[in-house]
């Protein structure tokens, strides 16, 4: 399994970005996609995550509103659009997998995660 991640970058607070995280590998129809951040000194925090066959969707209180992750099926590909961003938003993102789906709770920690890909930086200057 491989997954990548783009489309990070520099942004004004206010601004938006969009996260893209491109799958491969295996067919992902009964996983759950998350995205993860992690600022210097922090632990890793939930941010979103898909069922990738239902769309079922959940976001951290921190993000909700201003985040929202979706999938394309035909290009194996999961995005998180950011609007809205606060310096505090400043991370490295990352991208996961977990087999089978989760519920509530059940999709937030990092440890519940089977894959991984090597981040993309966020900073959101004030």
């Known amino acids: 399994v491989q997954l990548v991640e783009s489309g990070g970058g520099l942004v004004q607070a206010g601004g938006s970005l969009r996260l893209s995280c491109a799958a491969s590998g295996r067919t992902f129809s009964s996983y759950t996609m998350g995205w993860f951040r992690q600022a210097p000194g922090n632990e890793r925090e939930f941010v979103a995550a898909i069922w990738w066959t239902h769309a079922i969707t959940y976001h951290s209180d921190s993000v909700k509103g201003r985040f929202t992750i979706s999938r394309d099926n035909a290009k194996n590909t999961v995005y998180l659009q950011m609007n809205s961003l606060k310096p505090e938003d400043t991370a490295v993102y990352y991208c996961?997998?977990?087999?089978?789906?989760?519920?509530?709770?059940?999709?937030?920690?990092?440890?519940?995660?089977?894959?991984w890909g090597q981040g993309t930086q966020v900073t959101v200057s004030s």
């Open positions: 996961a997998a977990r087999k089978g789906y989760c519920s509530g709770s059940e999709c937030y920690g990092p440890q519940e995660y089977d894959y």
